[in-house]
């Protein structure tokens, strides 16, 4: 596993070039998958991401990268959009898709039940609020969620 605070370092070293190209840092993650550890820097911009964003992205924060060296082992270096269905994570995320639909799955199931649908109504204090399509409101810990993400319904069903 990544030390606690390799991500933090990635994004000090990132973000600036990320800032400097227009664009928004969405998430940084740090895994090993198999026997390769990959850094994935996801981007975002309001007219949304494009290949050229990736790679002019790419090509500013390599050699940053390796010259400050926040990781000590090999890995592999992705940037990419976080995709139509992103995952929300971070506060500002939750507070920029107020009104929008999402899907939320539970780490444990409630009534037997661990994906809701429903429009973010809102966040507060980690609590994550939805309106079902049924007309009732669920509220969440951030906590108890495994994870949620934009969530392509038809948000008119709610209209």
Excluded at 64 to 77: E, G, K, R, T
Excluded at 123 to 140: C, V, W
Aim: glycine share 6%; hydrophobic share 35%; net charge negative.
């Amino acid at each position: 596993m990544a030390k606690p605070n390799t991500v933090q370092k990635v994004e000090e070293i990132v973000k600036p070039f990320a800032d400097e190209l227009g664009l928004e840092i969405w998430d940084i993650t740090f895994k090993k998958e198999g026997n390769e550890w990959y850094l994935r820097i996801f981007i975002d911009k309001a007219d949304g991401v494009n290949i050229d964003d990736c790679v002019d992205l790419t090509h500013a924060v390599s050699k940053p990268l390796d010259d400050a060296d926040p990781i000590s082992q090999n890995y592999m270096l992705e940037i990419s959009s976080p995709g139509v269905e992103r995952e929300l994570k971070r506060d500002e995320h939750f507070e920029k898709y107020i009104g929008s639909p999402v899907m939320v799955r539970t780490i444990r199931p409630i009534d037997g039940v661990r994906d809701f649908n429903g429009k973010l109504t809102a966040y507060e204090h980690k609590k994550i609020s939805l309106e079902l399509q049924d007309g009732s409101t669920m509220t969440f810990d951030k906590k108890d969620t495994n994870y949620v993400k934009l969530d392509d319904f038809d948000i008119n069903d709610f209209v």
